[in-house]
């Protein structure tokens, strides 16, 4: 497997509505191929950021600063074979 990052991905919502005008759409793809089991995912920050805040308040990840305005946006994810999962390639 391959360790993948794709940035500007606000999965499960969508762009934010400042952003429209830009007229982005890789997360579309990005989430097609999460969906067939092509990639699995190991960190989303939007994910983390929006829907984990209280985790994040009492770990050590609290002290990380984060510029005024930024969007935490980035996928990490591991393109998967029929052999290799994220799961796996950690127990090594």
Same mark, same amino acid.
């Given at each position: 497997?391959?360790?993948?990052?794709?940035?500007?991905?606000? @999965?499960?919502? #969508?762009?934010? %509505?400042?952003?429209?005008?830009?007229? =982005?759409?890789?997360?579309? /793809?990005?989430? +097609?191929? @999460?969906?067939? #089991?092509?990639? %699995?995912?190991?960190?989303?920050?939007? =994910?983390?950021?929006?829907? /984990?805040?209280? +985790?994040?308040?009492?770990?050590?990840?609290?002290?990380?600063?984060?510029?005024?305005?930024?969007?935490?946006?980035?996928?990490?994810?591991?393109?998967?074979?029929?052999?290799?999962?994220?799961?796996?390639?950690?127990?090594?």
């Amino acid at each position: 497997g391959v360790l993948v990052h794709v940035h500007d991905v606000f @999965l499960p919502d #969508g762009y934010p %509505e400042s952003w429209t005008w830009r007229g =982005y759409g890789e997360q579309m /793809m990005v989430a +097609a191929w @999460l969906a067939s #089991g092509g990639l %699995e995912p190991v960190f989303a920050s939007h =994910y983390v950021r929006t829907r /984990m805040a209280d +985790a994040v308040a009492a770990g050590a990840a609290r002290r990380i600063p984060v510029r005024a305005g930024a969007l935490e946006s980035s996928l990490w994810a591991i393109k998967t074979t029929e052999s290799t999962t994220a799961s796996s390639i950690t127990k090594n």
